[in-house]
């Protein structure tokens, strides 16, 4: 008769069985990828690539930018060739004609700033405030008759198109093809952003906090923002990748705010420590109040005030407990966001520790304290030195799940300003626009210290039970 098999070696077989399936689905995952991010069958031909370009450049120039219409408008394209890349693109070699631009500007730079100033001393004469569109449509004219006097330049640029697996190539336009393709526009615009000083009647004029001078100068170079970023020809699963890199990269590396976290994260921490510590407090006195009561007939006043202190925190949520302890009793006296947050949370977690240590107490046999009476203890010796010790370990896993909630309760402590955790992500998600990072981040590390909190108490419970046996 075949012998069943072992309970060990039957959860051994089961989990190596799941290992193997995880890890086909992960390798399917991956062939599947690959496959979908083949070579696709999409084509560009040098008609289709011109035509790309000649749009594109039309639709660059800024409107009123009339030397950028200008420019644009005599520039002349002819792709010579088109042969795909290895990183799904296609590289159109393109052959141009167009004013020289950069020509035109080191030639007449100085005159040009020069023309500028003059203006703005006749405004300024006049009363008058000078603006950057003032200044481009004084110079506009001047500049474009520049242009048209001014030669043209030739030369080969390459153009790179990109299989993103949509219906057709997408463009990318680096700053060398355009200011390749319009004659040095990006090394103008550049220099004059750059320009601090100039040379007027054999002096030097500095103009290095006008920003108004030289954005006037720029607008008669005005072109529309053009993608410099190149497109992501990856494959599905990569580009998930890349999105969640991004994404992680915007909300948290950029800027450093991922300090908000941090300092949320810390001032969460100091409210529930010292929470638990006024819970704590409260949750014996109260605690005691009641049992000195139950079992003495005496302090009958605060027995009823703890009563109503217990029924009023556990009959309302925490956090309209929170905001009529902020808003209502410690603001009008000037008391600040963070206190008020400690002591509505420590009112809230001494009703509930006040409950578990009079239910562990109470939970211990008489006869514990009868014998304790019958050996001449009397009633504070004999709940110190009997009672107590046994309640502490019925009691101890109850308390480190009431500090685990505290925690979590914590999280509402934003509603009155305190800069905690959760305020931390709401900060991160109000300057990104992005819900799902910041959120799952918090979520991610209060899911962390509850869990390390969780095994700990575990531990303390194991610990517990041994000792019992």
């Not at 300092?263 to 605690?287: M, P, S």
């Not at 050996?375 to 101890?396: C, D, E, N, R, Y």
Request: with cysteine; glycine share 8%.
């Amino acid at each position: 008769m075949k012998q069943p098999l072992p309970q060990k070696k039957k959860r051994l077989i089961i989990n190596l069985s799941l290992v193997g399936i995880c890890i086909l689905l992960v390798a399917g995952v991956f062939v599947a990828d690959a496959i979908a991010n083949r070579q696709s069958d999409l084509e560009l031909t040098p008609e289709q690539a011109q035509t790309y370009i000649e749009q594109t450049l039309a639709s660059l120039p800024t409107a009123g930018a009339e030397c950028s219409v200008y420019t644009v408008e005599n520039t002349t394209i002819q792709v010579l060739s088109v042969q795909p890349g290895a990183a799904r693109e296609f590289v159109a070699r393109v052959k141009y004609t167009t004013p020289d631009v950069r020509g035109m500007y080191e030639a007449h730079k100085n005159d040009l700033f020069v023309s500028v100033m003059e203006y703005a001393q006749k405004r300024q004469e006049q009363g008058k405030k000078v603006n950057a569109t003032g200044i481009q449509i004084h110079v506009e004219g001047y500049v474009k008759s520049l242009l048209e006097a001014q030669e043209y330049v030739s030369g080969e640029v390459d153009v790179y198109f990109y299989d993103t697996r949509a219906e057709q190539p997408v463009m990318y336009l680096s700053d060398e093809a355009i200011d390749a393709l319009l004659g040095g526009y990006v090394t103008v615009k550049d220099d004059i952003k750059n320009t601090m000083s100039f040379t007027m009647n054999g002096e030097t004029v500095s103009i290095e906090n006008d920003n108004t001078f030289r954005n006037g100068i720029n607008q008669c170079f005005g072109m529309s923002n053009y993608d410099s970023e190149i497109p992501d020809t990856s494959s599905p699963l990569q580009q998930k990748f890349n999105d969640l890199g991004d994404e992680f990269y915007r909300n948290f590396i950029e800027k450093n705010r991922w300090l908000y976290l941090v300092e949320g994260l810390g001032n969460t921490l100091a409210i529930t420590a010292l929470a638990l510590l006024l819970g704590i407090v409260l949750g014996v006195v109260t605690a005691l109040i009641r049992i000195v009561h139950d079992k003495t007939d005496k302090l009958y006043y605060l027995d009823k005030v703890a009563g109503l202190y217990i029924s009023a925190i556990r009959g309302t949520p925490v956090m309209v407990q929170l905001l009529i302890i902020y808003f209502v009793l410690l603001l009008p006296v000037g008391i600040e966001k963070f206190p008020a947050a400690v002591l509505c949370f420590g009112l809230n977690s001494g009703a509930y520790v006040s409950e578990i240590i009079r239910g562990g107490i109470m939970s211990i046999d008489q006869g514990q304290t009868e014998a304790g009476r019958s050996l001449g203890f009397g009633f504070w010796p004999t709940m110190w030195h009997i009672v107590i010790p046994q309640a502490f370990k019925v009691v101890l896993p109850s308390l480190c799940n009431e500090f685990i909630t505290l925690l979590k309760e914590t999280s509402v402590a934003f509603y009155i300003g305190v800069a905690d955790l959760t305020r931390g992500g709401i900060k991160i998600r109000s300057q990104t626009y992005s819900n799902f990072m910041p959120l799952l981040a918090v979520a991610l590390i209060y899911f962390v210290l509850v869990l390390g909190l969780t095994k700990l108490v575990g531990m303390l419970e194991r610990r517990l039970r041994k000792s019992e046996r």
